[in-house]
């Protein structure tokens, strides 16, 4: 069995590989390497690769890891710094007698 990721597309295309089948619920398609099939959750809560009548289960974990990967947290947009924050000082001024006062 290979150890590289496997590729999930969930929707209709599992048509292609399989027929409709009321003992588990078809998700969509996964591929291990050079395989192919449809995906399918099964009533145990596991997972399985189904081609025409040949059912491979499929290691659980490495589905739901798949499943976040592919279809995780949507893209949120970038959030905007908040404005910054102005402090503004008060400094007395000495003003001179005679001296001319300046000017803003």
């Known amino acids: 069995m290979s150890q590289e990721p496997l590729q999930i597309t969930i929707g209709p295309r599992w048509s292609l590989f399989t027929y409709a089948r009321d003992d ?4 969509g398609t996964v591929q291990r ?3 192919i099939g449809a995906l399918a959750s099964l009533p145990d809560g596991g997972y399985a690769q189904v081609n025409g009548d040949i059912v491979e289960p499929l290691n ?10 592919t279809h995780g947290r949507p893209v949120e947009p970038a959030r905007t710094a908040p404005p910054a924050t102005v402090i503004v000082k008060k ?14």
């Open 24 to 27: 588990m619920r078809l998700l």
């Open 33 to 35: 390497g050079m395989q």
């Open 60 to 69: 659980a974990s490495r589905v739901l890891y798949a499943l976040r990967a």
């Open 91 to 104: 400094r007395r001024r000495v003003v001179l007698p005679g001296a001319t006062p300046p000017q803003d």
